[in-house]
């Protein structure tokens, strides 16, 4: 059993920052990677950005250079760092870990950019 557990979400003025935690427990070994994903009203789950065990980075082209994802292996924790907040990506944030073959979601976290 894997336990994903979100934070850091909330509302924001569009150009504001917010900063997305994710901790994973239970029973975790031999992660291939830890990423983040989004779903917007009526819209379908996009990658937002992922990270690998070796820390190799893939982005989607809507945040890049914006967002910036990192994690802590040590304490299975996956962050990503948003900056230049838009309007466009007010979504709820789903935290997600790759145990192949078994994928892994955390219950996600709102994120409203308005002013």
């Known amino acids: 059993q894997v336990q994903l557990v979100e934070s850091g979400g909330g509302l924001v003025q569009p150009g504001g920052s917010l900063r997305l935690s994710c901790a994973a427990s239970?029973?975790?070994?031999?992660?291939?990677?830890m990423g983040w994903y989004r779903q917007a009203p009526g819209k379908e789950r996009e990658l937002v950005a992922t990270?690998?065990?070796?820390?190799?980075?893939t982005y989607a082209e809507s945040v890049k250079g914006r967002f910036t994802i990192s994690r802590d292996n040590a304490k299975n924790t996956v962050f990503l760092q948003m900056n230049s907040l838009k309007p466009e990506d007010t979504a709820v944030y789903y935290c997600s870990l790759v145990m192949a073959p078994y994928t892994y979601w955390g219950q996600g976290t709102q994120v409203t950019v308005s002013s």
């Open positions: 239970g029973s975790i070994f031999n992660i291939n990677a």
């Open positions: 990270i690998t065990h070796g820390r190799t980075t």
